[in-house]
């Protein structure tokens, strides 16, 4: 099993670039990010930059539980003294300078936000949209309310400490980060440890409890929790992508069954459910107790399928709750926010066991 990377802040980017720069010692960056002066990474931010793909402007803030990722043709650019709230999922989108962005926001590839954009909680902003400045929106997809009004403005001053001046672009490069000793965080649970294949590869901030298998060649990406602390099983394919921030856990007498081939999206929650091999979680997406998706099946950023569903093979699920909006065709392809099969020896140093 190889191991993923997490080092302290001054370790990463050096004594003088660390001094300009806010890292929790739990936060993440895979790859090589570029960050402006002051910017603040929270702790369990993840960031994912193969390649520089992500840059975060001076004086922006990713707060606890993002998850910011860039890759191959999916950059991602945040603005100068911007704010992430908690939980937030970004995947290949550019945002302007001054933004509020709310708890649990999902902002899929290619959207476009301008400067001073208000969003509020739970927002998720589909790929290809654009709001332009001053917007502020809402809903699942988001939706343009109004224009931001003198008191939106004036909250947002009280926010920036009366200031909403803006600091001259900086850029600190932050990684490529160096192996970390560890290779993930196994823990037993009632004399159960996890059993993990040789080849699967488990970021250095993965916490896996319990009762719980992982296939040959599945990855675990960073702040991800596997918990089997029920009475049930947690079993994961072969050639699963598990990525950040992502949550699987189970009630009792429960079982969770990944099947082989399955990605699942970052920020993502998969609760006591059986997901058919092929199948996509997109990033943030809810699959909760009892439900079971057939083969090839799509759930759709920040959808939720609710507990006790049955959808079968090739379903393409969307909403709140997840309702089929269509048929997949089979193979899905890989999604642009998925690891490549190239991608693990740039960002994981990998070392035999």
């Known amino acids: 099993m190889s191991a993923g ?30 960050l402006g002066a002051g910017a603040r990474l929270a702790q369990g931010a993840v960031v994912r930059s193969p390649g520089d793909s992500v840059t975060i402007g001076a004086g922006s803030m990713v707060l606890e539980n993002c998850s910011v990722i860039g890759g191959p043709g999916l950059p991602t650019t945040i ?12 995947v290949g989108a550019t945002v ?23 969003l509020g909680e ?28 003198p008191d939106d403005i004036h909250r947002l001053t009280v926010l920036r400490d009366g200031d909403l001046s803006l600091p001259p672009p900086t850029s600190v490069a932050v990684g490529p980060l160096e192996e ?10 009632r004399g159960v440890v996890p059993t993990i294949a040789p080849s699967a590869t488990v970021f250095a901030t993965a916490e896996i409890t319990g009762d719980v298998v992982i296939g040959e060649r599945t990855v675990i990406g960073a702040g991800v929790k596997i918990i089997g602390d029920s009475h049930g099983p947690v079993r994961i394919g072969d050639d699963v992508q598990i990525l950040e921030n992502t949550v699987l856990h189970l009630l009792p007498d429960n079982s969770l069954l990944v099947g082989d081939g399955v990605v699942i999206g970052p920020g993502a929650m998969i609760h006591g459910c059986h997901i058919g091999a092929g199948s996509v979680v997109e990033p943030a997406a809810i699959v909760c107790d009892g439900s079971e998706l057939g083969p090839g099946c799509i759930v759709r950023a920040g959808a939720v399928v609710k507990q006790r569903s049955r959808f079968p ?41």
């Open 96 to 118: 302007g300078d001054l933004c509020e962005i709310g708890n649990g926001t999902t902002l899929m590839p290619g959207s476009r936000l301008g400067d001073r954009i208000f």
């Open 313 to 353: 093979a090739g379903s393409d699920l969307d909403g709140f709750p997840a309702k089929p909006i269509g048929t997949v065709e089979q193979p899905i392809p890989a999604p642009p926010w998925a690891l490549r099969p190239g991608d693990l020896p740039d960002l994981v140093p990998t070392r035999s066991n």
């Open 79 to 90: 603005g100068r003294r911007t704010v992430f709230g908690h939980r937030c999922t970004v």
């Open 5 to 34: 990377p997490e080092v302290p802040a001054v370790e990463r980017v050096g004594a003088a670039g660390a001094a300009s720069l806010q890292l929790a010692a739990s936060a993440v960056v895979v790859g090589r990010a570029q």
């Open 122 to 149: 739970g927002t998720l902003v589909p790929a290809g949209m654009v709001l332009p400045d001053d917007a502020v929106a809402v809903g699942r997809p988001a939706r343009i309310v109004r224009r931001a009004s």
């Open 180 to 189: 970390s000793a560890t290779m993930g965080q196994l823990y037993a649970f």
